[in-house]
Every structure is written in C-alpha cells, then in structure tokens.
C-alpha cells in the first residue's frame, strides 16, 4: 500500500510536534523523504532524528512560515538540494481561546492571521511554483473544525482556519489542470498542545456529548488521513475538506 510515496520528497511544515510530527513518521515509514520544517528547532531535529534512526529519511530545516522571506529561501534550498517538492502538508499554526471578538488585541489577531493563514499561503506559493515545473503535485492543509463552524473565544482562529479552507479550494480551482491536487484536513479534538487551551469542563463536555465515538482523537488518525490524501488511493480527490472529527460534524 502507498508505495507511491517511496522517494517522493514532502515538505511538512509544523514537524517537530502534533499532527505534523505523526505526518512526518508515518510518511517516512512508506519511503518519503520528509523534509522537516518548524521553528523550534530543538524538537525539530528529535523528529527528524527519530526518522533517520528508524531507517527513513529525513532532514531539518529552520522555518518561521510567517515570514515571507524564509519560506521562500527554505523552499528554494529544498528544492535544490533534493530535485523536487513532490509533495506539502501545511501543518504549522497555533491555538489560543482569549475570549469574546471585542476583546481580542489587534497584536494576538495579527499573529493568529501570519501563523495559520499567511504562513499558509507563503507556502502553497513556493509548493506551487515547483510543482508546475515538475508537472504534478499533491498538498493538504491543515484547516480544524473551526474552519467549518463559529468558535466561542476564538473568532480570530476560527477566522484563520475558514481562510486555509478558502485558498485550498481556490488553489484547486486554479492548479487542478497542472496536476496538482490540494486538499485540507479538518480535524476535531485531537490530543495536541491547541486543546490544552479547551477548559477541561469543556472538553469533558464535548467528549462525552458531542463526539459520538466518546474519545479525543489521536495525532496519528489524522496523519493516516493526510497519507491517503497524498496518495495515490484519492487520486480524484481535489479542493476537498476532510473532516477528522469522530462524528462530531454529523449532528
């Protein structure tokens, strides 16, 4: 299964924790050559060295995704010491519930929109621009539940999340003729460092009454998703928004 992948090259930004951590593992575990971006670059270089030291292949890379300038270096080097950016999961972002719309900072609501929206696009535009001269592509963003819906205190990330949605449909307007196929992936609650933020009433709540499977989803369900979005298995898959939520969208 997914043999496709083998020696494909993939750009996960967000890799040294969360989803794009179990991205990044389980995609190297079906041959990719998974370039790791993050930030941190502590954390980053122990993804990357918990792939090598398995048998993949994996190399790190120092990425702020707000910032144009970087992203645009980083992607290039990416593409000149590997031949190709076959492959992208847009994973980076951050969380932060602070209350009601009239009380939100100007400073939180700008670096809401440079991290998980911007740092999107930034993105997608160096993917793209190597993929057309490849003549193919795949790439899946990480939108959320509150891409889909209203969040009570945290309009600002709702607002961010509903953009990735829009330019990943757009995108996939647009590249879907070059063969390049972009998608998104919505999860629900999931067991990363965004639900520390989720008050525990809250989340006991939504566990109990709004999941219908009963259980906090785990990293790794969502990384299975976005491997069968890379795949070759959704090959007629373009501009979609998966949500990976345990039911929680079903009623």
């Not at 144009?68 to 270096?73: C, G, H, S």
């Not at 793209?128 to 990330?157: C, D, E, F, P, T």
Request: net charge neutral; hydrophobic share 40%.
């Amino acid at each position: 299964m997914n043999e496709n992948l083998k020696n494909k090259v993939v750009v996960i930004t967000g890799a040294a924790s969360g989803i794009g951590k179990a991205t990044a593992i389980l995609l190297a575990k079906y041959g990719a050559k998974v370039m790791v971006t993050d930030i941190n670059k502590k954390e980053g270089l122990l993804t990357t060295k918990i792939i090598n030291d398995s048998g993949g292949f994996a190399s790190f890379y120092n990425l702020d995704t707000s910032s144009k300038e970087e992203t645009v270096i980083v992607l290039e080097s990416i593409y000149k010491e590997h031949g190709a950016i076959d492959l992208a999961v847009n994973n980076a972002g951050i969380g932060g519930m602070v209350g009601p719309l009239h009380t939100i900072e100007s400073s939180i609501w700008e670096k809401m929109i440079a991290v998980c929206l911007s740092g999107v696009f930034y993105s997608m535009q160096e993917e793209i621009k190597y993929m057309l001269i490849q003549g193919n592509g795949r790439i899946v963003n990480i939108s959320s539940l509150a891409g889909l819906n209203g969040v009570l205190a945290g309009s600002h990330y709702s607002a961010a999340k509903h953009g990735v949605i829009g330019i990943t449909k757009s995108a996939a307007l647009e590249y879907g003729k070059y063969n390049i196929r972009v998608n998104s992936v919505c999860p629900g609650f999931v067991q990363t460092a965004i639900i520390d933020d989720v008050p525990e009433k809250v989340l006991n709540y939504t566990k109990n009454t709004r999941i219908p499977m009963k259980r906090i989803g785990t990293t790794e369900e969502v990384a299975e998703s976005i491997l069968w979005l890379l795949s070759d298995r959704s090959s007629y898959i373009n501009g979609e928004s998966l949500a990976v939520d345990g039911g929680f969208q079903a009623g």
